[in-house]
């Protein structure tokens, strides 16, 4: 680790970072202070921020249900409001659940709800190869597979999945040119692009889950709020009993979905 006694280092890394617009500046020049062994390495570690890399990507990491998640270049860097999706899942969950995380990413969300469960069975997917890669080191890499959805997925889960979660994209595909660059530059379209209403994933999760969904089983997606409306016509159509819940905090929504 770098030891640095001076603030005015620090103190100049800041300015250099705020004005590249990075909103936490100060947050993230102590970060790359941290992580930084030599000066040159500190040095390509801005030049990596200001150049509009994210800051996850750069450290490798993101905190998150307080624990440090591996985040590789490429790939969906988790949000923090997808922490109350956890918050929702642990709500519903029996004990012990059989759990699937689908759309996983970097598997975050797998991550801490194994954790969480402790004992139980948590498993994730994603089509992209650089997530599964990137999930693989959260989570037991035999629990993480790769494919199209429920395509991937062991046999021997077929309607015994107690929980089943997705933070799949749901960004309308004519909004991307309005988010922003790091995200647009430096995540993977699969992991954003939700098609023309944001919902197209959501309907192919939602009329696929009464086939792998346990009874009483329960699947959880992320949205926005003004999509929420939408997306429980969705699950209502595909015979879950939906509702919406939020978070003002987090500014986060979750449709949660109960099989019949």
């Keep these: ?107 975050a969300v797998a ?19 650089a997530a599964v890669r ?24 077929y309607g015994h999945v107690d929980v089943l979660v997705a933070n799949a994209p749901y960004v309308p595909t004519g909004a991307l040119s309005a988010m922003p660059r790091e995200a647009r530059c430096s995540e993977p379209r699969v992991a954003l692009d939700g098609g023309s209403d944001g919902l197209d994933i959501h309907r192919r999760l939602a009329s696929g889950a009464a086939h792998w969904l346990a009874p009483n089983g329960c699947l959880l997606i992320e949205t926005a709020e003004s999509q929420a409306g939408t997306a429980q016509q969705i699950f209502a159509r595909a015979g879950l009993a939906p509702r919406v819940v939020s978070s003002d905090d987090l500014d986060a929504t979750v449709v949660v979905g109960f099989s019949r």
């Design 1 to 107: 680790m770098m030891v640095v006694s001076s603030r005015q280092l620090e103190s100049s890394i800041a300015a250099t970072l705020r004005s590249a617009g990075c909103v936490f500046a100060e947050d993230e020049a102590r970060l790359l202070l941290d992580e930084a062994s030599t000066v040159a390495d500190l040095a390509a570690l801005v030049t990596r921020r200001v150049s509009g890399e994210p800051l996850e990507h750069i450290v490798g990491w993101v905190a998150f249900c307080g624990e440090r998640m591996a985040v590789d270049p490429g790939v969906f860097v988790p949000r923090r409001r997808t922490e109350f999706l956890v918050h929702c899942a642990t709500e519903v969950a029996p004990a012990r659940p059989v759990v699937v995380d689908m759309c996983c990413g970097s598997g």
């Design 111 to 129: 991550a801490a709800l194994h954790t969480m469960f402790d004992a139980s069975e948590v498993y994730a997917a994603d089509i992209d190869p």
């Design 134 to 157: 990137c999930a693989r080191r959260n989570l037991p890499a035999e629990r993480v597979f790769q494919g199209d959805l429920y395509a991937p997925l062991p046999g021997a889960l």
